[in-house]
């Protein structure tokens, strides 16, 4: 059977593609900053505690009252580019997730159980004892099964060639797992949560430092402590990019030879993009193992938008024989992107100002 056949129409939009695909990849940027923090320092919760070292040290208590938060604007921070997603490539992302529907509905039941463990990780955490550990891995696991539903529908969305499988088998239990990308693809993330994660909690201890008097000497041992948990994020830091460079050589084989010649040689732009994000890690990692805390976290940002524009060109190159963005029709109806973009301001603002009212008010 034709793929081509099985594709949906389109539906026109409001303004120009290059405008959608801009917010998409901004907005994305935001959700996957925030998506990797909270997984990040979860997973690292888990491993602190399984290894016994959250006796000594606050660290993972401090994880811990973060969590719920983090959870919050990742759900938050993901519903902008899930709907830019759906604008863009909706009749391709609604076809994939009704090939998978049993699990792709069952993650906001899965979401809600996990956050209700991570408010119980947080408010209960004294009181749990060794019993923590049981709802961090909890709320951990359940995230990992999330990104890897999720990982399952933007690969099979790519993929038209196997919906054809619906007439087999109609029960909507179907995940990619002949996809040559999908582990790959998988497990770069979670190396990629576990890196950032480790770079928040260093940054995190750096700002502290910032506002943490020294004139007392139990100030110096808080600073001391804090410096400890600086050299401990930075190093899960190193340690995870690492093993992400080496998961990303994987990811990158097992790419078809079309779009893998994106990077190297066949796209001016995509080479471009290759050829500059390599040194920029190598940069990254070299100031990280020399504890420069901000310039690792500044360098972040240009690395991970690069990363962003590979993944796009990534999907681009996937769906370019059965459809293109550019392709669709515009209707030129202004005013519903005005008052987003007059929403998206206020929101930005209130939760500025929510963040700003947490950070003078913890105890509150």
């Known amino acids: 059977m034709d793929a081509g056949m099985l594709i949906p129409n389109t539906s026109p939009i409001q303004v120009d593609w290059s405008i959608f695909t801009v917010l998409l990849l901004l907005t994305f940027l935001l959700h996957l900053l925030t998506m990797n923090v909270m997984l990040g320092t979860g997973l690292i919760a888990l491993v602190r505690h399984l290894k016994k070292d959250d006796i000594t040290t606050d660290l993972s208590q401090n994880i811990a009252s973060h969590l719920p938060f983090t959870i919050a604007f990742t759900i938050n921070f993901g519903v902008a580019p899930f709907l830019f997603l759906q604008v863009l490539y909706g009749h391709l992302i609604y076809t994939s997730s009704i090939l998978m529907a049993v699990y792709w509905l069952s993650v906001i039941g ?82 990629a949560s576990i ?59 097992s790419l078809p030879d079309g779009v893998r010649g994106l990077f190297i040689g066949n796209n001016t732009f995509g080479t471009s993009i290759f050829v500059l994000v390599i040194p920029l890690i190598v940069i990254m990692l070299v100031c990280s193992v020399r504890n420069h805390v901000w310039m690792t976290a500044i360098l972040m940002i240009p690395v991970s938008i690069l990363m962003i524009l590979m993944r796009h060109l990534v999907r681009s190159a996937y769906l370019d024989q059965y459809f293109r963005i550019q392709d669709l029709q515009v209707t030129g109806q202004y005013s519903p992107m005005v008052f987003f973009l007059i929403a998206l301001i206020f929101g930005i603002s209130a939760i500025a100002y929510m963040v700003r009212l947490v950070r003078l008010n913890p105890v509150q």
């Open 195 to 253: 890196a950032i994660g480790g770079l928040s909690i260093a940054l995190y201890r750096q700002v502290q430092k910032i506002y943490r008097k020294n004139d007392k000497p139990e100030d110096k041992e808080v600073i001391a402590q804090w410096d400890e948990d600086i050299q401990t994020g930075l190093g899960w830091f190193v340690g995870a990019t690492l093993i992400q460079m080496a998961i990303g050589v994987w990811y990158f084989m």
């Open 110 to 191: 899965i979401l809600i159980l996990a956050y209700y463990s991570a408010y119980i990780y947080d408010f209960k955490y004294n009181e749990l004892s060794e019993k923590r550990i049981f709802f961090i891995g909890f709320t951990v696991v359940s995230l990992l099964w999330i990104a890897f539903v999720f990982t399952n529908n933007m690969t099979l969305m790519l993929s038209p060639d196997k919906w054809s499988m619906y007439f087999e088998d109609r029960g909507g239990l179907w995940l990619n797992l002949t996809e040559k990308t999908l582990f790959p693809r998988f497990f770069h993330f979670v190396a």
